[in-house]
C-alpha cells in the first residue's frame, strides 16, 4: 500500500508539472549531449547544445509562470533544429534523426492540452512538418559523408542515446497519459455518483427526498402485497415556523437536524425521506401496524423528552406522526401517503404531539 501511495504521488507531481519535467529533462539531454559532443571534437553541435540548455533553462522560468503556448513551441523548433543541424554535421548514421520522433508525443500530449476544437488541427500541422523534416533529411543525408566524422564508440553512443530518448518519450508520455485519463475517469465517476446522489438526497439532512424515495414504495407495491408488507408514517415538526420566527432558520435547520439523526438511530433499516420543509416520511418495510404503532409512540416520545441544543439554548420541539399499513386498495405510493398525511394533519387539528393510525372521521 505504501508502495502504491509513493507511486500515485509521483504520477499527480509528474502530471501536474508536466510542462516543467519535460524541459528540465530536455535541458539534461543536452548537457549530456554537450559532453558528448566535446569528446568527440564537432565543434558547431557545442556550441548549439550550450544555446539549447540557455533554451531549457528560459523555458523552465516560463513554465514556472505558466506561459505554457511559448515552451510548447520552444520545444519543438528547437528539437527539429538540433535534429536538423546535427544531422547536417555528424551525418545520418549517428541517428539525430531519432529526436524528431522523440518530440511526437510531446506534441501530441501538451498540443491536446493547450488546443480546444478547431485549433487541435495545429497538432496534426505539426506532425505532418514533423514526418516531411524526417523524409527531407533521409533523402538528403542517407548515405552521404558526414562533415564531421567521429569514431564508432562516439557513433555508437549517439545512436543509442538518441534511440533511448524516442523509447523512453514514447513510454513515458502515454504512461502519463493513461493514468491522466484514469484519473479523470474516476473523477467523473465520482462527481456523477455526487450528482445521482444529490438528485436523490436532501443536503440538509442527507435522508432521501421525493425522487429517492417514491421508486422504493413504488417497488414494494408491486411485489406479492402479502409478502412485502410495509407500512407509512408520515411525521411534521410542531410549531416549526415558531421556532424559525424565534430562534432563526439557523435554529430551525439545527431542530431538523437533530430530529432527523434521532429518526435515523432509532428507525434503523428503514428508508427515511425529508418530503418537504418539516416534513419526514418513513417507509416501514416488514412491520404491521401494531408494532408499527409502538415504534412510532416510543419516537415520538424521543422526541419530545431530546430537545435540540442551539447555541447553550434548550429548543424543544415535538412530532405529529399519521400512521398507516399497506393494503389492497392503494396502488400508487402517493395514495398510502395521502392517507398518513391526512392523519397527521388530523392530529394537527386536535393538539399536535401525537400518534394517529386511524381515521377520525369529518
Given at each position: ?15 501536474h508539472n508536466s510542462f516543467l519535467v519535460t524541459v528540465t529533462v530536455m535541458g539534461l539531454v543536452h548537457a549530456t549531449l554537450l559532453a558528448i559532443v566535446i569528446l568527440a571534437g564537432v565543434t558547431p553541435l557545442i556550441s548549439m547544445n550550450i544555446l539549447s540548455v540557455v533554451v531549457y533553462l ?219 420543509g418539516e416534513e419526514i416520511i418513513i417507509l416501514m418495510k416488514d412491520y404491521d401496524m401494531e408494532v408499527a404503532k409502538v415504534k412510532m409512540e416510543y419516537l415520538r416520545k424521543c422526541v419530545e423528552t431530546n430537545p435540540t441544543v442551539f447555541f447553550n439554548k434548550r429548543i424543544n420541539a415535538t ?44
Amino acid at each position: 500500500m505504501k508502495e502504491n501511495s509513493v507511486f500515485e504521488k509521483l504520477m499527480h507531481f509528474l502530471i501536474h508539472n508536466s510542462f516543467l519535467v519535460t524541459v528540465t529533462v530536455m535541458g539534461l539531454v543536452h548537457a549530456t549531449l554537450l559532453a558528448i559532443v566535446i569528446l568527440a571534437g564537432v565543434t558547431p553541435l557545442i556550441s548549439m547544445n550550450i544555446l539549447s540548455v540557455v533554451v531549457y533553462l528560459f523555458c523552465i522560468v516560463l513554465a514556472k509562470f505558466g506561459h505554457m503556448l511559448p515552451v510548447y513551441l520552444s520545444l519543438i523548433v528547437e528539437v527539429t533544429s538540433y535534429a536538423i543541424v546535427s544531422t547536417y554535421y555528424t551525418g545520418w548514421e549517428c541517428g539525430s534523426w531519432c529526436f524528431l520522433f522523440s518530440i511526437v508525443p510531446i506534441i501530441i500530449y501538451f498540443g491536446a492540452f493547450l488546443f480546444k476544437g478547431n485549433q487541435r488541427w495545429f497538432i496534426v500541422l505539426m506532425l505532418v512538418v514533423n514526418f516531411a523534416v524526417y523524409v527531407v533529411l533521409y533523402l538528403r543525408f542517407d548515405g552521404a559523408e558526414a562533415l564531421f566524422r567521429v569514431t564508432p564508440l562516439i557513433r555508437d553512443i549517439l545512436i543509442l542515446f538518441s534511440s533511448f530518448m524516442m523509447v523512453f518519450a514514447t513510454i513515458f508520455y502515454s504512461m502519463i497519459y493513461i493514468y491522466a485519463s484514469e484519473m479523470e475517469k474516476t473523477s467523473l465517476e465520482k462527481k456523477n455518483e455526487k450528482l445521482t446522489a444529490d438528485a436523490k438526497e436532501d443536503a440538509l439532512t442527507n435522508l432521501l427526498n421525493r425522487r429517492g424515495f417514491l421508486p422504493l414504495i413504488g417497488s414494494y407495491m408491486e411485489g406479492d402485497r402479502s409478502y412485502n408488507h410495509f407500512c407509512i408514517a408520515f411525521c411534521d415538526i410542531d410549531n416549526f415556523k415558531r421556532i424559525n420566527d424565534s430562534y432563526g432558520h439557523d435554529c430551525g435547520d439545527e431542530v431538523l437536524r437533530h430530529i432527523t439523526k434521532m429518526i435515523k438511530k432509532e428507525m434503523q433499516g428503514c428508508s427515511i425521506c425529508r418530503w418537504g420543509g418539516e416534513e419526514i416520511i418513513i417507509l416501514m418495510k416488514d412491520y404491521d401496524m401494531e408494532v408499527a404503532k409502538v415504534k412510532m409512540e416510543y419516537l415520538r416520545k424521543c422526541v419530545e423528552t431530546n430537545p435540540t441544543v442551539f447555541f447553550n439554548k434548550r429548543i424543544n420541539a415535538t412530532i405529529t406522526i399519521g400512521l398507516e399499513e399497506s393494503r389492497e386498495i392503494y396502488n400508487d405510493p402517493e395514495e398510502i401517503i395521502k392517507v398518513a398525511d391526512e392523519r397527521m394533519y388530523y392530529g394537527k387539528q386536535h393538539g399536535k404531539n401525537i400518534l394517529i393510525y386511524e381515521d377520525m372521521g369529518a
